[in-house]
């Protein structure tokens, strides 16, 4: 087991199968973890959408891709750019829209790495706060975040298994 620090770089197209695969790899064990039953979790089709998607992010121009890599393997993923609601300022936010970290590897940095790398987006762009979402089930991933100062803004969706998506916000703005 090796916990060298990992490799930050741009994604490409030719990443995307592993990014799937990883992508494919996290979810699966945050909402096994949460509850969801294998039906829940495994539909025809649900891989070559998710394939779909991450090629269309690699290839965004307003969207920003990073694979952390050890040893030529893609080991966590990060995706960010402007917030999808309408209802969050642009102009002043960047949206955190994906960190997953291959199942195994938890623990190692690897996601401290790529919250990092968020958090210089942020600031590269002089916006001051981040906001995500995440399932409220996804235990892991919800101490994650309040670990790096993210809290609940009120806002959320529904989500699978009966459970929401919560929007986290995270200030870069010292609190007087």
Not at 6 to 19: E, G, N, S
Not at 74 to 95: F, I, K, N, R, S
Not at 112 to 134: I, K, P
Request: with cysteine.
């Amino acid at each position: 087991m090796t916990t060298s620090r990992p490799l930050l770089r741009t994604a490409h197209p030719d990443d995307v199968d592993q990014i799937t695969d990883l992508h494919t790899l996290a979810r699966t064990a945050y909402y096994r973890a949460g509850g969801l039953s294998e039906a829940d979790l495994v539909s025809p089709g649900t891989r070559t959408g998710r394939r779909e998607a991450w090629l269309r992010a690699v290839q965004a121009d307003d969207r920003t891709v990073l694979c952390a890599e050890r040893e030529g393997e893609v080991v966590g993923v990060l995706a960010m750019g402007p917030p999808y609601e309408a209802d969050v300022d642009a102009t002043a936010v960047g949206q955190l829209y994906q960190i997953h970290v291959r199942p195994g590897l938890w623990g190692q940095g690897i996601g401290g790495c790529l919250h990092a790398a968020f958090v210089r987006f942020l600031r590269d762009r002089a916006l001051d706060t981040g906001v995500l979402e995440a399932w409220e089930r996804n235990s892991r991933g919800q101490a994650f975040y309040a670990r790096h100062g993210w809290k609940p803004d009120g806002h959320h969706r529904p989500g699978p298994g009966g459970a929401r998506y919560v929007r986290l916000r995270l200030s870069l703005v010292p609190e007087v």
